[in-house]
């Protein structure tokens, strides 16, 4: 399975695949929190799930990656079931409720390290049932890791996934510095970072026309991360 490392030692962590070749990787994030739920639960958020971007890969024949958190499986099990029956969509891990496992990440509730191997442990479990193209790529909310939350991971022979470009997009409010914070930085071997969470990145469906725009236009190829990481 693309991502499976050696069990028992520290995993890798990588932002891009080799700088030869044309290929990018379009990485999907799938956030959910206990806040989140409640905000879906009393009417204040009507989605975290973006299909627009769904609509626009599919119809575009265009290969993605999405890092999803348990607990947005098991709020859009529709839609995950969407993302795995895809040929061209892989699927990661995003931890279980999107908790930092380190002191300080952005404003994130924050988790012992101590529990980071379970809760990564049972969102493989979550994902693992839809099938289609699985992995054992692991991304940590807001990229947030020290070695302690490395070492923890050590029994799961996972890999985690960074990324070198940084769309900006959550809590946007505009579609054009996404397009420009890409379009600025990617080359080719980018793993390049969004999210499909709708109300809390309300801009990236209307960026991600114009992103791959300029992938075309640059000769760069979306392809699925394993592919790109893999890529010589
Ligand atoms: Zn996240």
Redesign the pocket.
């Known amino acids: 399975m693309p991502g499976t490392t050696r069990v028992g030692s520290r995993p890798p962590v990588v932002d891009h695949g080799p700088r030869t070749g044309n290929r990018v990787a379009l990485t999907f ?3 959910m929190t206990d806040g989140m739920l409640k905000n879906l639960r009393t009417g204040r958020v009507k989605s975290y799930a973006n299909l627009r971007i769904l609509d626009l890969l599919e119809r575009e024949e265009v290969p993605a990656t999405f ?1 999803l ?1 348990g607990k947005w499986v098991q709020r859009y099990p529709d839609v995950t079931r969407r993302i795995a029956d895809n040929p061209r969509f892989e699927l990661a891990n ?2 279980y409720g ?1 908790a930092a496992f380190t002191g300080d990440c952005y404003d ?1 509730p924050a988790q012992p390290v101590s529990e980071l191997r379970g809760d990564v442990a049972k969102t493989f479990e979550v994902i693992e049932p839809y099938g289609g193209r699985q992995t054992r790529y692991f ?5 947030c890791h020290d070695p302690a939350a490395l070492d923890a991971l050590a029994p799961l022979g996972v890999t985690v996934v960074d990324g070198d470009v940084v769309s900006g997009d ?1 809590f946007a409010t505009a579609w054009k510095p996404l397009v420009r914070a890409v379009l600025d930085h990617v080359r080719p071997g980018s793993v390049v970072i969004m ?1 499909v ?1 709708e109300a809390n990145a309300a801009m990236t469906d209307e960026a991600l026309p114009h992103i791959l725009a300029g992938l075309r236009e640059r000769d760069l190829v979306p392809a699925p991360l394993s592919e790109v990481l893999a890529a010589g």
């Open positions: 994030d799938a956030d890092f958190t995003h931890t999107h994130l991304r940590f909310p807001g990229l959550p999210h969470t």
